[in-house]
């Protein structure tokens, strides 16, 4: 077998101190945190797409990267050779997991039969690279969003026919995913949501998502897939408007359509800040929902109104994450997928390893920060204190365990016109926060 990184050798830990660039500086693998070591606390996952399959071109210019496995003519050879620099890759930087979409790994035909029979002959040789190298597969999906046919959406399309078609790859990302051992399965509803209401029945659309992902809990059923089910928000792009906006607007409707059983939340912080929120607030809600799937490891830059997918590098926002999935108890059967693509300018391959070196350290120092200031428990600590009289006052007892009314409330108020408020301290608390961080 070809190696594509020569010059590259296993990524080692080495310290805050090291200068080498291809070494961690906070990553250690084994180092235990709590309970667990830091690689099951992070469970870190290459993305196919961005790291082995993209050129780096953008609606201005052409593709940049230096990717010699895709030089190959024959797209089925390509796809070969793809998979054995992904995984030299992946072994070589240490992590555990992957993802893909269905058409990241194995080029699509000229017919449905022709596009799964090229998935069948590329499938078994990600098998044996998986077995080989004991790296797993995080989650599958289906990309719904590329291709022209689904130019008004996959499931949410007005025509029944691109519904069937969206189906058919969903059943057979769904089969792959489940022979590949896959821990979770991804929808991603790039499409699913609409460009203008003068021509948009949105209550039927979003009724057909709905029919869409019961198919495909019964169809999990049947092939046994055990695997969680996870969706992944994100307000626009490429539609003006969709309908997975952000993680309070998909509980809505997996409420509405009875799914919230089946389906957990693939929360990606790039699509938090595009959504009008940060990271840690699309934790938060997706945690206290019971619904904190899977984390989409990436960044973006608030100055760009788009989805940059940049690695992650931004410490205090990977500290404030990692404290929601510590208070979650880890994110279960999901990781931390590196959604996220070098520059365009950061060609070279070696680019790759700078850029999941970086995202590595700055979730692994944000782990051991978080852990710190949760066991200290200064935060924790000033919230309960914040909403005490709702515990130490009988009034808020009252109110907490539903033993009182609008008349006992309107009575104690009259007497009692001289409210007395705490400070909300934010100030203090930001620069506490810097503290663990700075030490
Ligand atoms: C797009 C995006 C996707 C999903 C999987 O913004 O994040 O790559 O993660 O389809
Ligand atoms: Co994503």
Redesign the pocket.
């Known amino acids: 077998m070809k190696e594509y990184f020569k010059d590259v050798s296993k990524i080692e830990y080495e310290g805050a101190k090291s200068g080498n660039p291809l070494a961690f500086k906070y990553y250690n693998p084994e180092e235990i945190v709590g309970n667990k070591t830091m690689a099951d606390h992070l469970r870190f996952s290459v993305a196919y ?1 961005h790291t082995f399959t993209e050129d780096g071109s953008d609606p201005f210019g052409a593709g940049t990267m230096q990717r010699p496995w895709n030089k190959i003519m024959d797209p089925l050879d390509k796809a070969r050779i793809r998979a054995e620099a992904a995984f030299e890759f992946m072994e070589k930087l240490g992590v555990d997991y992957f993802c893909f ?1 269905d058409r990241d790994i194995a080029p699509e035909g000229d017919t449905l039969l022709e596009t799964n029979k090229n998935l069948e002959q590329i499938v078994p040789l990600i098998s044996d690279l998986m077995d080989e190298t004991g790296i797993d597969l995080l989650w599958g ?1 289906a990309n719904l969003f590329t291709h022209p046919r689904f130019v008004h959406g996959a499931a949410t399309a007005p025509n029944a026919d691109v519904f069937a078609y969206a189906s058919a790859q969903v059943k057979k990302a769904l089969d792959i995913t489940n022979q590949l051992g896959g821990e979770n399965y ?1 929808f ?1 509803g ?1 499409r699913e949501g609409y460009e203008t209401l003068l021509n948009t029945d949105m209550e039927f659309e979003q009724d057909n998502l709905a029919r869409f992902f019961e198919m495909a809990v019964d169809y999990a059923e049947k092939i046994g897939f055990e695997g969680q089910f996870l969706i ?1 928000p ?1 307000p626009k792009e490429p539609t003006k408007h969709q309908y997975d906006f952000d993680a309070a607007a998909v509980l809505s409707f997996l409420e509405k359509y009875d799914l919230k059983d089946n389906f957990k939340l693939n929360i ?1 912080a790039n ?1 938090a800040t595009l959504a009008g929120h940060n990271f840690q607030h699309e934790l938060y809600i997706a945690r206290i929902n019971d619904a904190l799937g899977s984390v ?1 490891a990436n960044q973006g830059d608030k100055l760009l109104g788009w ?1 940059t997918d940049q690695f992650p590098t931004n410490i205090y926002s990977t500290t404030l994450g990692m404290y929601e999935i510590l208070k979650n108890d880890g994110l279960g059967s999901g990781g931390l997928n590196f ?1 996220a693509k070098v520059r365009r300018a950061s060609f070279k391959p070696v680019d790759l390893f700078y850029g999941h070196i970086a995202g590595m350290d700055t979730f692994a120092r944000g782990l051991k920060t978080a852990y710190k200031i949760l066991q200290d428990g200064f935060l924790e600590d000033f919230v309960e204190e914040r909403y005490s009289s709702y515990y130490e006052e009988e009034i808020g007892q009252k109110i907490v365990n539903g033993d009182t009314d609008l008349e006992e409330l309107a009575t104690y108020a009259l007497d009692n016109d001289d409210i007395e408020n705490s400070s909300g301290c934010q100030e203090l608390l930001e620069a506490k926060i810097n503290q663990y961080l700075l030490e």
Do not use: A, L, P, Q
Request: hydrophobic letters at 25%.
């Open positions: 797409w979409h999906t991804v991603w790039g992944e994100k990606e699509h989409d989805d959604d």
